[in-house]
């Protein structure tokens, strides 16, 4: 079954330092994510891509945030400055163009900051 | 701003028994439910959805249920089985566009 790989599965930087966190969605899907879960909260969305642009992003997703799809394959969500409250586990995802199906995850990068 | 909420943090099941999750949402405008299951260090994975048009949905031992008028959704599960332990968030979407999550419910089904 195909799936979205997420790497590195856990990550540790020092507060102001920059991070990138790598994807590989499923190659026939079209739109991209980033969600993340703070520990014991909800998974909450930060932004979408499609088409090589963000299509949306929520109120989290400021200035310190980018994506990008370097290559047509990797999708990538970068944290220019980290401060301690980034520390979450971060989800990419991916779908087709039938949300009723669901999005597929991946199994999350676990980012500390310190 | 929570436009997707799960009151029960948490449910125990004893094995064999249904499990109820129930899932309150306050935007009109979803035309879209689904629901996660998700271990721990894992992402969620999908488990069923519903559109709009339909009230029930049934895969297996998991049904969805949806009440628009109450903008109420919840899953059952029968028989509940053990290794139906996991959280559990349901997600609501408006058209292609990405989903709301609720805060997660842990269920615990007990052999």
């Known amino acids: 079954e195909p799936e979205v790989t997420q790497t590195p599965s856990h990550q540790v930087t020092q507060m102001g330092q920059e991070v990138i966190l790598r994807c590989v969605p499923i190659?026939?899907?079209?739109?991209f994510y980033w969600y993340r879960q703070i520990l014991g909260q909800k998974v909450e969305f930060l932004v979408s891509?499609?088409?090589?642009?963000?299509?949306?992003k929520s109120e989290i997703f400021d200035d310190q945030f980018s994506v990008e799809r370097p290559d047509g394959s990797n999708f990538t969500l970068k944290i220019r400055s980290t401060k301690l409250e980034d520390s979450a586990m971060y989800f990419c995802?991916?779908?087709?163009?039938?949300?009723?199906?669901?999005?597929?995850f991946g199994s999350g990068t676990r980012l500390t900051v310190v | 701003d929570q436009q997707v909420k799960q009151n029960s943090p948490s449910l125990s099941v004893q094995e064999g028994r249904i499990s109820i999750l129930n899932c309150d949402y306050t935007?009109?405008?979803?035309?879209?439910f689904l629901w996660y299951k998700k271990y721990p260090a894992e992402g969620p994975t999908f488990l069923i959805s519903?559109?709009?048009?339909?009230d029930k949905n049934e895969d297996g031992r998991f049904t969805v249920f949806l009440n628009k008028s109450a903008k109420h959704l919840s899953l059952h599960i029968v028989p509940s089985q053990p290794g139906d332990s996991a959280v559990y968030f349901c997600?609501?979407?408006?058209?292609?566009?990405?989903?709301?999550f609720g805060t997660g419910t842990r269920l615990t089904v007990i052999p």
């Open positions: 995802a991916s779908s087709g163009r039938e949300p009723l199906y669901g999005y597929t």
């Open positions: 190659s026939n899907h079209l739109y």
């Open positions: 891509f499609y088409n090589n642009e963000i299509s949306e």
């Open positions: 935007n009109s405008m979803f035309d879209y």
């Open positions: 519903i559109s709009s048009i339909k």
């Open positions: 997600a609501a979407a408006s058209g292609a566009n990405n989903l709301f």
